[in-house]
């Protein structure tokens, strides 16, 4: 059975285009055939995420619009065979993404797939609510800072409203996924802790992302957290959190960001 | 994963940089909303269509920008029965 799962913030620049690329090629690597969709019209970068904007060939809306079948839209990730991406178009208006249309290309990339993550755009708007329209799953992510929890909040809101499954009076299953986290700062006071915006949010935990410049490093090469370097911390925090959402139980933890040299070294070498 | 641990040694902005070089220079140069392999793309299917009924699912194209060239690969069945009559 094909899930979708929706990557969502309402705030811009928390960390979900990153965080749909780990969580994809984390599935993707379980051996589960995985797509990940950019809903961002206009402002694409999941192609850039992935490494993959030089072979954009067609989009989801040459898909809806019929210039294209989606066979020949998705793009085979190089590194992992399981692992496919379906492109936003860079030129068109929001607007040429239309309920009916994504509605179509779910119901044949649920034939074709295990997972289909939908990278969300900002704000409250259409692209939005459509990225969560069909969404089994939701993962929010949220930086500890109060407007970035504040526009969490409301997406949880619509996530109870606006999704096929609410309609249905079904409920979607949310995660909290924590990124750009600074342990030092948190307990030194000068940022919100993890039970901080769990209490807040009261949406159950499914992982810590350190802030780590890895995030960058991986971003400047084009591959996702989890392929660029799958024992960095924030690589560790996205591959836990995978297993989270396939439903294994794994003890939480905050992987650190820094590691001696030594452990390093172990750590690679028992890899 | 070692290929990219190799890479991860180096410093990854260069890298960053020219991946950016090849991507905008092909985006401001695309006008009227595709660029020159786009509609390249588009006119070679065109004409293709107009000899032979092509079916959607047996078309594969390919692109690849590159720095100095681009490559564009369309790969299409054609059944002897699909020649459109004259
Ligand atoms: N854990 C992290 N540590 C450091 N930088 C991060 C982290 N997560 C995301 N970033 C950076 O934050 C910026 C926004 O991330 P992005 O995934 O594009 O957010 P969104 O899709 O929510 O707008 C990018 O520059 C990205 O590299
Ligand atoms: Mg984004």
């Known amino acids: 059975m094909a899930k979708v799962i929706v990557v969502t913030s309402g705030k811009g620049g928390v960390g979900k285009t990153t965080s749909t690329a780990a969580l994809g090629a984390a599935l993707a690597q379980r051996n589960e055939k995985t797509v990940v969709v950019d809903f961002d019209v206009g402002l694409r970068n999941l192609d850039l995420v992935m490494g993959a904007e030089r072979r954009v060939v067609y989009d989801i809306v040459n898909v809806i619009q019929g210039d294209a079948k989606l066979p020949q839209a998705l793009i085979r990730d190089k590194r992992l065979d399981t692992l496919f991406l379906l492109p936003a178009s860079q030129t068109r208006d929001k607007d040429s993404l239309t309920p009916e249309g994504v509605e179509k290309v779910m119901t044949e990339l649920k034939k074709h797939f295990d997972w289909i993550i939908c990278d969300s755009p900002a704000g409250i708007e259409r692209g939005a609510t459509l990225a969560m329209r069909h969404a089994d799953i939701a993962v929010i992510v949220t930086n500890p800072e109060v407007s970035s929890v504040r526009d969490s909040d409301r997406i949880i809101g619509l996530l109870d409203a606006k999704t096929e499954r609410a309609e249905r009076g079904e409920r979607v299953e949310k995660h909290l996924l924590l990124t750009r986290y600074d342990q030092a700062r948190a307990e030194r006071g000068d940022m919100l802790k993890v039970d901080d915006v769990l209490e807040i949010l009261s949406i159950p935990l499914v992982g810590i992302v350190p802030e780590s410049t890895d995030v960058l490093k991986a971003s400047n090469l084009g591959a996702p957290v989890t392929l660029a370097d799958n024992r960095s911390a924030p690589a560790l925090a996205y591959l836990d959190a995978a297993r989270r959402i396939a439903g294994e139980t794994v003890p939480m933890t905050i992987p650190g960001e820094r590691r001696g040299l030594l452990g390093k070294l172990f750590g690679r070498r028992a890899a | ?86």
Do not use: Y
């Open chain 2, 1 to 86: 994963m070692s290929i990219f641990r190799f890479f991860s040694k180096q410093t990854s902005a260069p890298t960053a940089r020219e991946r950016l070089q090849v991507l905008l220079a092909h985006e401001r140069a695309s006008v009227g909303h595709s660029d020159l392999v786009a509609k390249l793309r588009e006119e070679i299917l065109a004409v293709i269509a107009k000899h032979v009924q092509v079916d959607g699912d047996k078309v594969t194209v390919k692109m690849d920008r590159g720095e100095t060239v681009s490559t564009l690969e369309v790969d299409i069945e054609i059944p002897l029965n699909a020649v459109r009559a004259a």
